[in-house]
Structures are given as structure tokens and as C-alpha cells.
């Protein structure tokens, strides 16, 4: 009894020191316990690694166009350099080992305890056992037929200890090939930390916000005046996609306030599209990315669709069933007004290709507060009306004449709604109707559907940054608009 027992204590220490050196020195040595997203623009959208001193970043501002307006020009790496970095590889290969050898850990400690508690459970057998032999060897005439046919039972019953302790020998030559594998991977993420610690990331990400602030320079000054910043451009450029979460069911809707003059750090979620009335409040981007420090709301409508929107502390929605739109004020916890918006179709009489009760989108831009839906007069075709924030009364109107069916989302960014072709893989930007000269044109600007099903999309204009709910997945979009900055002479 004492071998398999010392076998069982060597396993089990080994293992806990071996659970205990990976819970804390692996998260620092690949950066897992760092911050990866905090509240506020530049350090959210700067996520890409900058690759090397000589390729960069560079700001020139001209007042030399040919028109006489302001350009400024920025000249930046490409963002997919970092993965040809052969660190990245390594990195990821060694991320991929930790996770086998944790799995290969978990297994072990299930089976250890298991068998462990069975060779508890027999001890008191083992031991009886042994005691009645030693009897019936001292005192060979006191063993009967019946006593030696119940013997050779109980000494069956102890049998399948044979097998355990089999495992258990098993286990022992397999914690010596982990504990191999664990030098080798503090070995290789040692000689990784090294490599990266020549890079000083935090000295890059504040060239990076320089950057930045050279370019809001480039943009309000000009040689010979100043220059007139509308903050506006043409979608030209989707990155790549930034998975911030993943959590809830497949349809849902994910936001900060829209406002640009908001100060306001919080995120919104609201899972699913039917009948729900649960809004979780997070106190910033950090925390919903852990999800924790949340509140609940519960509203007093419920909603229909995903195409909510916050915007100057208050969350629009469209009401369950009804063509209604509902503001509720985030800080009152209160209904503070509901109006009918015209002839819009709803409960899935006029929604996206995705269906869902997306017949009503509620979004904003730079400008305000929009919605985009479409009527039966309108013959199904995409409609997007400029809404009074604060009375929800339409000031103005535009029919697109685009099908609102065959169209996977849609998003506004400077008065131009921006329509995909598809919610699904290999979907891109192919429309967009800009309400300040009412004209369209067929584009093509791709983007990465990772996770194949967009259920919501939309721009915070104060991030300027794409939100999307994608099949659970909560991800954000950077996106490269074409400015034309004017000068006082051209207004």
C-alpha cells in the first residue's frame, strides 16, 4: 500500500506545482495579464504592433493640390506585417503547446482523483484481507473450506487494483515526458521574452499617438491659413477584424454613446433580437471585455431587431410588434418619449437578408441621428430619415432605391449610408447613397466576415470605428476614410 500512495502524493505534488507555474509565470510571459483594450479612442484603435524603426510613420501636409485645397497625407505600415514576423509564429506555436499540455494536465488530475479514491475506498478491504492471511498462516488448522472460499473472494474484489496501479506507473513515465515538455516551453518563452523585450511597445504606441496629434495639426493648419476640418471622408478601406468578445447567442447588438461630444466611457449589450428587454450596462470597455462591473436594465418595452443605437445618454430602440421607436434615458432609468415613425415596416415585414425583425435600423453619424427602414409605397426599398434627436420627429427623408432585402447591413458614416451585399462570408461594402447630394454608386470595399454571420453593424462616429455582432462574437472594424480638407477660399 505505501508504493502506490507515494506514486499517487508524487503525482499529484508534481502536478500542483506544475498547474501553479503556468497560472502565473506563463500569462506574463506572453502578455496574457496586461490590459489588451482600454476606454478611449487612440488606444483602443491602435492595436497593430508597429514592426520596425525603418519603416516609419510619416505625416506631410500640402497645400499644393492642384484645386487649392488642404491634403494631408499620412504614409503608414501595413497592418499584416506582424504576422510575418517569425516571433508571431513561435508565439502562437507556443500558445498552442501550453493549451495541449494544460488539457493533457486536466485529464491526468481527473483521472488521478478518481483512481485515488478508489484505492481509498479499498484500503480497508486491502487491509482486512492481509490480516486474515497472516491468521490463516499462523493457525493453518483453523482454516475452513468456507473461510478459504471467502478469502479467495475478497482477495478477488482487490484485483482491479492491479490495473490502477498499472495506470499509475503509466501516469508517473508520462509526468516525466510533461515535465520535458514544460522546461522546453519555459525555455522557448524565455528566449521569447528577450526577443521582445527589445521592442519597446510603449515607446511605439506613444510615437502612435504623436501621430495621431501630427495629424490632427496637419489637418487645422496649412501654409498660408487655416483650414476648414470637416472630420469627414469616403469609405475607402475595412481592417481587419478585432474580436473584443465572445459571448450570448447568435443575434445581439453591442454599442458606446455615438454622440461625438461624449465623454461617456460605458458599453451597451443587448442579446438577441425577440421580445427582450435585459440591457447590460458595462462601466467600460475593460470590463465588458471581462465581463464584470455591469448593471442590468431592464426595459419597460421590449424590442424587436438589433438596430439599436445610444446616443447622448439615451438608448433608441424599435418597440416589439410596432413601428414605434422608444427613448429610454440610460441615467433615469426612464421611458422619456415614443413616437410612430410614419409607414415603416416592422415584424419582419421589411428586415435585412438575415430576417431577425431588423425591418427598423437606428443609428448615428457625425451630423445626428438617423433611421433606416423602408414602406410599402416605397416598394421595399431602403429609406433613410434624419430624426430629431429629442422629439424622434423626421426632418427629412431619402428613398435610396435600394431593396432592403437584398441588403446583409447597412451603416452611415458623414450622411452616406454605406449597404452590404450579404451577412454572411464573402460579404463587402457594394452600395452607398450619400443624402447630402442624394446620389449612389456601387462600390467595393471588402472586409472579413470572420465568424460568417452579422447580425449587427454599425459606426460610433466618436471611436470611428465599425461595431458588429457576429454569430456571439462582439468585434470591432477600423476604417480608412478619404478626407478632402477645404480652406476658407473654397466655402
Known amino acids: 500500500m505505501s508504493v502506490p500512495i507515494l506514486k499517487i502524493g508524487m503525482v499529484l505534488s508534481t502536478m500542483a506545482m506544475v498547474t501553479n507555474w503556468m497560472s502565473q509565470t506563463l500569462p506574463s510571459l506572453v502578455g496574457l495579464n496586461q490590459t489588451l483594450a482600454r476606454p478611449g479612442t487612440s488606444e483602443r484603435i491602435i492595436s497593430a504592433v508597429y514592426p520596425g524603426q525603418e519603416e516609419g510613420w510619416q505625416v506631410f501636409g500640402s497645400v499644393s493640390d ?43 488530475d481527473l483521472r488521478t482523483s478518481r483512481d485515488l479514491q478508489y484505492i481509498r475506498d479499498s484500503e480497508k478491504q486491502l487491509i482486512s484481507v492481509e490480516i486474515r492471511v497472516r491468521s490463516a498462516h499462523s493457525i493453518l488448522h483453523s482454516i475452513t473450506t468456507e473461510g478459504l472460499q471467502e478469502l479467495k473472494q475478497s482477495v478477488l474484489k482487490c484485483l482491479p487494483l492491479l490495473a490502477v496501479l498499472s495506470q499509475f506507473r503509466a501516469d508517473v513515465a508520462q509526468l516525466e515526458h510533461l515535465q520535458q515538455e514544460v522546461e522546453r516551453l519555459r525555455s522557448g518563452l524565455s528566449l521569447l521574452q528577450e526577443q521582445m523585450e527589445a ?127 422608444v427613448q429610454y434615458n440610460l441615467h433615469s432609468r426612464t421611458v422619456t418619449l415614443q413616437r410612430n415613425l410614419g409607414q415603416a415596416g416592422y415584424n419582419n415585414t421589411f428586415p435585412y437578408s438575415w430576417g431577425g425583425s431588423s425591418d427598423i435600423d437606428l443609428m448615428a453619424d457625425e451630423s445626428g441621428l438617423w433611421a433606416v427602414y423602408t414602406t410599402i409605397p416605397n416598394g421595399g426599398n431602403l429609406v433613410v430619415s434624419r430624426l430629431d434627436p429629442t422629439t424622434l420627429e423626421v426632418l427629412k427623408s431619402w428613398d435610396t432605391g435600394f431593396p432592403k432585402r437584398s441588403a446583409g447591413e447597412a451603416f452611415l458614416i458623414c450622411g452616406t449610408l454605406y449597404v452590404t451585399n450579404s451577412h454572411l462570408a464573402g460579404a463587402k461594402v457594394h452600395f452607398a447613397y450619400n443624402t447630402n447630394t442624394s446620389e449612389y454608386e456601387y462600390t467595393d470595399v471588402p472586409f472579413h466576415n470572420l465568424y460568417s454571420h452579422i447580425s449587427m453593424l454599425d459606426y460610433n462616429p466618436r471611436e470611428r470605428v465599425l461595431y458588429t455582432w457576429n454569430n456571439g462574437h462582439q468585434v470591432l472594424y477600423n476604417v480608412t476614410l478619404f478626407h478632402i480638407i477645404k480652406s476658407f477660399a473654397d466655402t
Open 199 to 325: 521592442y519597446d511597445y510603449y515607446q511605439l504606441q506613444h510615437r502612435a499617438l504623436l501621430l495621431e496629434d501630427r495629424l490632427q495639426t496637419c489637418v487645422n493648419t496649412v501654409g498660408g491659413g487655416v483650414c476648414v476640418c470637416v472630420g469627414c471622408g469616403k469609405l475607402t478601406g475595412i481592417s481587419h477584424p478585432v474580436t473584443i468578445r465572445s459571448f450570448g447567442s447568435r443575434f445581439g447588438s453591442w454599442m458606446m454613446d455615438s454622440m461625438i461630444l461624449s465623454s461617456d466611457n460605458r458599453v451597451w449589450s443587448m442579446d438577441g433580437y425577440y421580445r427582450g428587454r435585459r440591457v447590460l450596462e458595462y462601466s467600460s470597455l475593460s470590463d465588458f471585455t471581462k465581463g464584470q462591473n455591469f448593471v442590468v436594465h431592464q426595459l419597460p418595452h421590449p424590442w424587436a431587431g438589433t438596430g439599436h443605437v445610444v446616443y447622448n445618454g439615451s438608448l433608441y430602440y424599435n418597440k416589439h410588434q410596432t413601428n414605434i421607436i
Open 66 to 108: 492642384v484645386e487649392g485645397k488642404c491634403v494631408c497625407t499620412l504614409l503608414a505600415p501595413p497592418q499584416n506585417l506582424c504576422k510575418k514576423d517569425p516571433r508571431h509564429k513561435r508565439l502562437r506555436q507556443l500558445t498552442e503547446h501550453v493549451q495541449n499540455v494544460s488539457q493533457y494536465l486536466e485529464v491526468l
